[in-house]
């Protein structure tokens, strides 16, 4: 097994933009934290950056402080930075050619908002034959309310990893995915229903 660590849209957006993370608490320093095992044990980090290309976007302006990935994670070793406009990962980007020319056959999710840009990414990167692991404490969400309905970010956020869990990911808290990350870079396993 060979993976790829997806810190997914960690931008200003969600910290000093319109769209603050609230569920759960410390996911970022969750993140810190995977990337950091993920740079020890040798297992390439891939920053993906949301972009809206409309000059008068509300959000994720390009070129705008929001848009920016946080400088925190900067600072950590990553392999590269994949922009992408739309809430899935591989749509119209280079990143499952990227990935494939490295030899990465699972991927593991972490970033922002669980219910969109990571779930969205999980579930095409299975019809694509990979893998999956969602860090479930480095993926994060907020309350929703629009004209279906709302719900709070702690009954989303759940409602989607429950949902990974029942056929496209291993759904996993970062402490143990890190404490099961050995030398050659696997991970227990665990059998997952349909």
Known sequence: ????????????EYFTGKMP???????FEKILQAVDAANRSKIAVILIRHGSPQKD???FKQ???EWDIHEELMKREHLRIIDKNLPGSFTNTELGDLLREIGIDTIVVCGYMTQMCCD??????????FSVEFLS??????????????ITAAELHKAILVTQAMRF?????????IKNVTGDGSVRQEAHGV
């Open 137 to 150: 404490d480095a993926t994060g969400t907020l309350d929703i309310a629009n004209y279906a309905g709302k």
């Open 120 to 129: 969205t990414t999980a579930r095409q990167a299975v019809h694509l034959g």
């Open 63 to 65: 070129g705008s402080r």
């Open 21 to 27: 993370i609230q569920y759960p608490a410390g996911t």
């Open 1 to 12: 097994m060979k993976r790829a660590l997806l810190a997914i849209d960690v931008q200003y």
């Open 169 to 177: 990911s291993q759904v996993i808290s970062t402490d143990e995915w």
């Open 57 to 59: 976007a509300a959000v």
